[in-house]
């Protein structure tokens, strides 16, 4: 029963993650404490980065092997 019950969950997140995305609208962030800080330069905690993430895009990011530099919004 278990096993079944976990299949169904994750045949639904399947089918979410493969939905086209939708762009605009608003993003509701519910934080337990507030950020101390919102400039992405000052943002060294944990709390300011979440939200520092969310609201700003990067010029480039860390490739998920790690061992190059991928863009984002740059385009070379």
């Known amino acids: 029963m ?5 299949s169904l969950v994750f045949v639904g997140q399947n089918a979410a993650a ?6 605009g609208g608003v993003l509701r962030w519910r934080a337990v404490n507030d ?7 000052m943002a060294t905690d944990t709390s300011s980065s979440r939200n520092v ?8 990011d860390n490739d998920p092997d790690g061992k190059s530099i991928v863009p984002r919004l740059a385009e070379s």
Do not use: C, G, N, R
């Open 53 to 60: 993430y969310l609201m700003f895009d990067m010029l480039v």
């Open 35 to 41: 950020p101390p800080k919102l400039d992405p330069a």
């Open 2 to 6: 278990v096993a079944i019950l976990l």
């Open 18 to 23: 493969a939905q086209e995305p939708k762009y």
